[in-house]
């Protein structure tokens, strides 16, 4: 288990059905990018210092991978050491003697309202059952915030009390608010006669 890629599998095994199958693919993405670095997948846990973080670091950026792709890259490195050491498998971390990438917020985008408008007035031209569904719950997006996780869980008859949008967040299970604006309101009779039934993101 001195093999960290061994390691992993084993990890992803047990945690399964305590993550997201979103999380446990991008372990396996990020994994595999490591894969790539070292070009096996013999790496001992012990050989990953503080100097070696600088060239893999160095490696990814030479590579033209975003910052935060980059920081990703690193935390799934860092959640199997903690893993590692929570087992005593290993006792050293060499990410506190390392400068670690740093996640740095996006710039949010967004449409216009004339934008949303040209969407709303294309939205009965469309004639695919598939992409007209893509565009009613894209705009249901737009309205609430909400991501597609809680797109499919979504129910106006259970989901809008008082004039509000009620509904538990997947990804935190936090209780989400909102007041149904005039962009949602129009899109809730769209939703009513076309629910979701897609599953591609």
Do not use: C
């Amino acid at each position: 288990m001195n093999n960290l890629f061994e390691f992993t599998k084993e990890f992803i095994k047990e945690v399964q059905h305590k993550r997201e199958a979103g999380t446990l693919e991008n372990y396996r993405k990020h994994l595999l990018k490591l894969e790539q670095y070292v070009g096996s997948r013999n790496l001992a846990f012990e050989e990953i210092t503080p100097q070696w973080l600088g060239k893999y670091e160095s490696s990814l950026r030479e590579e033209g991978l975003s910052n935060n792709y980059v920081h990703a890259l690193f935390k799934t490195l860092k959640l199997i050491f903690n893993a590692a050491i929570k087992k005593k498998i290993i006792s050293e971390y060499p990410f506190d003697q390392y400068e670690n990438p740093v996640y740095k917020a996006p710039v949010k985008d967004y449409l216009t309202l004339d934008e949303i408008k040209k969407w709303e007035e294309f939205i009965p031209e469309i004639k695919d059952p598939s992409v007209l569904e893509s565009a009613i719950y894209f705009l249901f997006g737009i309205a609430t915030g909400l991501r597609v996780s809680d797109w499919k869980t979504f129910d106006p008859e259970k989901h809008i009390k008082n004039g509000s949008v009620l509904l538990q967040a997947k990804k935190n299970g936090e209780w989400v608010s909102m007041p149904v604006n005039q962009i949602l309101e129009r899109n809730i009779e769209r939703i009513k006669e076309h629910p979701l039934t897609i599953d591609e993101h």
